[in-house]
């Protein structure tokens, strides 16, 4: 596939708006150790891609060592890459929000980035990437429903967002690609459902809060589809990336029942929560809905719409 440099600088396939991605494409996934890095190499393979990994860590073969904080990376392994999914940054709602916590996660989403922009152009068959975001980037007031022009709110994710996605806009003014502002992401093992299952498995579940504080989500094998469309599609600009909105109590309610668990207890008040979390009580008694019309306007379809059906399988899976 042939690349020339547009007028802006920026790295683009041969057949502009109109890609034949190449199926046996070798794609990139930095921080694809992870929750969504795991399940995303397994479909893109699935597909007939080659899937690397860009970790610390390495120890397969398919994964190739950096070190972003120290400017350190295999290049010789990279020559083939046509698409990097930038996935890094250390988990948000693993420890308390100290002062110290805010900057890693800041750090871990930033840094990453930065050192990926600075190596872009060593990478010769590089011409697409997508950069994480999150979807709690909004002020979240009640009764809005927040489309992607919306401004950054004034909370602490929002400053993450707004540092993170920067620094994916650097990459963006060298190569062609999208920024995902992705929702909670619903996955057989781990992550939010996890711990609101965990209780719940327990009888010793209940909603969180008022109960009708609003959720976006997305489920995990809609949000990897989601990614391999936006190569395939060479999809351009941000979109929040969420099947829908749910509220805590629906989302409750519908693990309860599919666990086949009554839920007697009373709701968690939220000061009690703010207690024993801190500042990341955020993450749960935040009361957000964003819209998803515009990645629907781009052609690509949910397999999980729906609540109940996105629940379904992941809980009779784990
Ligand atoms: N899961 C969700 O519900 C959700 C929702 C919204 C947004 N997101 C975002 O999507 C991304 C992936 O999520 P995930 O759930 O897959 O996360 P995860 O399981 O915590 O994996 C994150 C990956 O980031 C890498 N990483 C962490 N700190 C790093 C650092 N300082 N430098 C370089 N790499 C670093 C790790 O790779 P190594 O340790 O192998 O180097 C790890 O594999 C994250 O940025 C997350 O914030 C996730």
């Given at each position: 596939m042939s690349e020339h440099p547009t007028e802006q600088g920026q790295r683009h396939s041969g057949?502009?708006?109109n890609l034949q991605v190449n199926q046996a494409a070798t794609v990139l996934i930095a921080?694809?150790?992870?929750l969504i890095g795991q399940r995303l190499k397994q479909l893109f393979e699935k597909k007939g891609y080659t899937v690397l990994v860009l970790t610390r860590r390495p120890k397969a073969n398919h994964e190739v060592f950096w070190d972003p904080s120290n400017g350190k990376i295999d290049l010789e392994k990279l020559a083939a890459v046509q698409c990097i999914i930038n996935l890094c940054g250390e988990n948000i709602g693993a420890a308390r929000w100290t002062a110290s916590r805010k900057a890693a996660l800041i750090k871990s989403r930033v840094e990453p980035a930065v050192f990926l922009a600075s190596i872009l152009?060593?990478?010769?068959a590089l011409n697409y990437y997508i950069g994480a975001s999150g979807v709690n980037c909004y002020a979240a007031e009640p009764g809005v429903v927040y489309h992607e022009s919306a401004p950054y709110g004034p909370d602490f994710l929002s400053t993450v967002v707004q540092a993170w996605e920067k620094a994916h806009q650097e990459i963006l003014k060298q190569v062609k690609g999208s920024v995902l502002r992705i929702a909670m992401v619903l996955t057989p093992q781990g992550g939010a459902l996890a711990a609101m299952k965990r209780p719940i498995a327990m009888g010793i579940g209940s909603a969180i809060g008022s109960g009708e504080q609003m959720s976006p989500w997305i489920h995990i094998d809609d949000l990897c589809e989601l990614m391999i469309f936006s190569f395939e599609k060479q999809l351009e600009g941000t979109y929040n990336a969420l099947a829908a909105n749910n509220s805590n109590s629906d989302l409750t309610k519908t693990i309860a029942q599919l666990l086949h668990k009554p839920l007697w207890a009373p709701k968690v008040p939220a000061f009690a929560l703010k207690l024993l979390l801190?500042?990341?009580?955020f993450l749960v008694l935040t009361n957000l809905k964003a819209s998803n019309q515009k990645l629907i306007q781009t052609g690509f379809s949910f397999k999980y719409p729906d609540l109940k059906q996105a629940l379904k399988p992941l809980l009779t899976k784990s």
């Open positions: 057949t502009e708006g921080g694809g150790t992870g152009d060593k990478l010769p801190g500042e990341r009580a």
